[in-house]
């Protein structure tokens, strides 16, 4: 925590009464989307840069992401003065690309998916001998998402069950490990993208979906299509369960957010949200803790969300 005090802020966590009598339980919102760079992806990737050494600073910072470790690696890197090269999917909302070149990284658009911008980045990491950073399977880099625990649990003792986004699964590795480390009673749930449901389907030991076409999605923080080798051991133990969220979700969670508490946040940090408000999980009665891990969303895609949950808001009493 304090390596990373003069660069992270501690997110407020907020409560709606709103949500609240949806829901029946008592939610509590974990607002990363308020972090610097719009996510929590740069504890991991502050955690990680602080921790190279000069021979490694020396040879640069090749990365991949589908947005938000970009940004907190770019910041990351400009705060040691380290060269940072940065590959994204082609689909990558501009907001994302812009503010990653902003802090003074070069950017690199490659393939449709994290996974193809992935091993573009390999392969010019293993041709140039520069630093990988990864956006997930790396233990410092958990370490450093699992400073959001730790102040969840000291802004709200009373919480009984944590919603964490999952991906490749670094945040929920990090989230999980702590939480079940200093209070095992608390039940951690991940939620993954129906569009991208590698690690749902592993927990589950379900294989029906493993080769399917990835598709994409509105959650593009989330859209991995292989699970973390070192994240899913972790995952496996201290997850008490992973449920997935359709596009129609996510969108409606995202626009009850913007209209009920005015927050404008990206498909992955809706997740979490989606999943209780779908019944996917159920929170009646009970203090809930949910992590909206991002903020970066596209204004632009505003319209699409009202096409996708279009006649469903209803329920919601909207």
């Known amino acids: 925590m304090q390596r990373l005090a003069p660069v992270v802020h501690r997110t407020p966590m907020t409560e709606s009464t709103t949500f609240d009598t949806m829901t029946g339980a008592h939610l509590h919102f974990k607002l990363e989307n308020l972090q610097r760079t719009g996510s929590f992806k740069l504890r991991g990737a502050y955690n990680k840069v602080s921790h190279l050494s000069v021979q490694q600073a020396e040879r640069g910072i090749i990365t991949a992401s589908a947005g938000n470790h970009a940004q907190g690696v770019a910041l990351s890197a400009a705060r040691r003065n380290i060269r940072a090269r940065i590959y994204m999917p082609e689909t990558t909302p501009k907001p ?23 091993e573009a980045a390999l392969r010019d990491q293993q041709a140039s001998g520069a630093t990988f950073v990864h956006a997930f399977d790396d233990v410092q880099v958990m370490a450093g998402q699992g400073t959001i625990a730790v102040e969840m649990l000291e802004q709200c003792p009373q919480l009984q069950t944590v919603v964490v986004p999952v991906g490749g699964g670094g945040l929920a590795s990090g989230v999980a490990t702590c939480v079940k480390s200093v209070r095992p009673d608390i039940r951690v749930i991940g939620v993954q993208s129906d569009r991208a449901p590698a690690m749902y389907n592993r ?39 992973i449920v997935t969220v359709t596009d129609q979700d996510v969108a409606g969670a995202m626009l009850l957010l913007l209209e009920r508490s005015k927050l ?14 779908s019944g996917r999980i159920q929170v009646r009665g009970r ?24 006649g469903s808001m209803e329920k919601y009493g909207t």
């Open 203 to 241: 927990f589950h030991h379900y294989a029906g979906n493993r080769d399917r076409k990835f598709t994409g999605g509105i959650a593009e923080g989330i859209l991995v299509r292989k699970p973390g080798e070192q994240t899913f051991p972790i995952l496996h133990r201290y997850l008490d369960d």
């Open 264 to 277: 404008l946040v990206e498909g992955a940090g809706a997740a979490a949200l989606a999943a209780v408000l």
């Open 96 to 118: 994302k690309v812009q503010a990653t070149a902003a802090y003074g990284a070069e950017v690199v658009l490659a393939g449709r998916s994290y996974q193809d911008s992935y």
């Open 287 to 310: 203090h809930v803790g949910l992590i909206v891990s991002g903020g970066n969303a596209d204004p632009d895609r505003i319209p699409l969300l009202n096409q996708l949950v279009s």
